[in-house]
């Protein structure tokens, strides 16, 4: 299918960390909110960065998810999922190694996301890691 060629080519060169500064850029420039950055490599094998960041009304999360999906779709990137645009308090965009989560203030306070996806979790993680033995 020569209409995905171009699709294809330009997800293979862009990486994790170029994908993560294109989505915090726009949403900067979209004017998130307490905007993180959470380098998740050591913790799980399901994305590399979660960016997490706030919006001041349901409008304006979506407007941020609006904001990251342009700036990728620039460059022939979609999301491989969405959750949340129904509701608009959490809203988030699943780019394969990189994990957009956009909320509310209430939201965000309420699932804390940053406290869960920390050195503590990556400890725990680690302990349990070594702690099993392989038959």
């Known amino acids: 299918t020569s209409g995905n060629t171009g699709f294809i080519t330009v997800m293979a060169e862009l990486q994790p960390d170029d994908i993560r500064q294109l989505a915090a850029t726009a949403l900067d420039e ?36 609006e904001a990251v999906r342009e700036v990728t779709r620039g460059v022939g990137l979609r999301p491989l999922g969405t959750e949340g645009e129904s509701e608009s308090d959490w809203v988030l965009l699943d780019y394969g190694d ?33 702690g099993q033995t392989d038959p």
């Open 30 to 65: 979209a004017r998130a909110q307490d905007i993180r950055e959470l380098d998740i490599r050591n913790l799980t094998d399901i994305a590399d960065w979660m960016i997490v960041a706030s919006g001041t009304s349901s409008r304006h999360v979506l407007a941020l998810s």
């Open 98 to 130: 990189v994990i957009v989560q956009l909320m509310l203030p209430t939201t965000r306070a309420f699932y804390d996301l940053e406290g869960l996806w920390n050195d503590r979790l990556g400890e725990k993680l680690k302990s349990a890691r070594e």
